[in-house]
């Protein structure tokens, strides 16, 4: 409350000097006092509120509410000079922290139950490692666990990449994959559709709009045989 009196002149000591360091002001954290001193509360979906009012019990008044979801910078449209990689080879790309919540660890299963069988598909993973420091990373233990496997040539984990390195990685690949457990936008999706990919999600972890995009994971096997 102290802080909302503080900033409510105008002209005010508190707000000049946060015009005066800052253009923009993003506050990322959520208190339970939040929905009742804000004038304007934002989420970038339906789904960030739907799950902060189910699971807290929070309640926002639906006229002080913005839904408003994230945009992105066409830099698909950028790379309009490069031409996509022609191979026979069938790539597939995961985007996102190697985090349970992002299900990097079924989509390293699927790896492990598909490569063999279809030797024509290329796994390419774009994210930084989410462990532990000290703790064996998703790539040290997924390498560890097929060292004998000759397949493991066919999977690259990049790690965590820039925005140039990112964009390459969508125009080679032919398939994005998105097995979530819970996605409040998602924005690779959103990603894909600019690189004219199609792409696949879980059959959990996404709020009602995407309901027509869901499929069951294990189903991608059907795509890679294809």
């Known amino acids: 409350a102290e802080l909302v009196d503080a900033l409510q002149d105008e002209d005010g000591p508190a707000r000049t000097r946060m015009r005066q360091r800052w253009s923009v002001v993003l506050v990322d954290e959520f208190q339970d006092t939040d929905p009742i001193q804000a004038d304007i509360v934002h989420s970038i979906s339906a789904a960030v509120y739907e799950t902060v009012r189910d699971k807290y019990n929070v309640r926002v008044d639906p006229a002080r509410l913005e839904v408003a979801p994230i945009g992105l910078r066409d830099r698909a449209g950028l790379a309009a000079g490069s031409t996509k990689r022609r191979t026979k080879k069938i790539s597939v790309l995961f985007v996102g922290r190697l985090e349970t919540r992002k299900g990097i660890d079924d989509f390293l299963a699927a790896i492990e139950v598909l490569a063999e069988a279809y030797p024509s598909v290329e796994w390419t993973l774009a994210g930084a ?40 990685a969508y125009r080679a690949a032919d398939l994005v994959v998105l097995p979530s457990r819970y996605e409040s936008f998602g924005l690779v999706m959103l990603e894909a559709q600019q690189n004219q990919l199609g792409f696949f999600i879980t059959s959990a972890g996404f709020s009602a709009p995407l309901a027509p995009y869901r499929i069951s994971f294990i189903e991608c096997s059907f795509v890679a045989g294809g």
């Open 129 to 168: 490692e989410a462990t532990p420091p000290g703790t064996s990373g998703r790539e040290e233990t997924f390498r560890k666990r097929n060292i004998e496997q000759s397949w493991t040539e066919r999977v690259v984990f990049l790690g965590a990449v820039d925005d140039e390195t990112l964009d390459a």
